[in-house]
């Protein structure tokens, strides 16, 4: 079994900076790589990031490229999510999930393809 949860979101103004956090414990042997998601208010559930945790391997997708990046603590299994000149419209409870056969690709993440998912953490960006 694995557990994960993200911390570090909170309220911060357009053009802004965040780091939110994933953390891995349990059965971190069997996870092979993470995904960060997000959902906003009457939409559905976005892929934005992902990880590989064996190379740091990694892939940002849609509106958020060139904004935010992943990173990876292996030895503390932490996944970061540095979200960087953040709009409005990237209001959303963020996600971190991972699958034990779950690799990232230059897809982007898929969340059909998860199974472990963390409880979310709130950004809001506003002025």
Known sequence: ???LVESG???????????????????????????????APGKEREGISCIN???GSATVVGSVKGR?????????NVIYLQMNNVKPEDTAVYYCATDPDYYCSDDGPDATDFTSWGIGTQVTVSS
């Not at 935010?68 to 503390?76: L, M, N, P, Y």
């Open 1 to 3: 079994q694995l557990q």
């Open 9 to 39: 979101g909170g309220l911060v103004q357009p053009g802004g900076s965040l780091r939110l956090s994933c953390a891995v414990s349990g059965s971190t042997w069997s996870f092979h790589a993470i995904g960060w998601f997000r959902q």
């Open 53 to 55: 945790s064996s190379d």
């Open 68 to 76: 935010f990046t992943i990173s990876r603590d292996k030895g503390k």
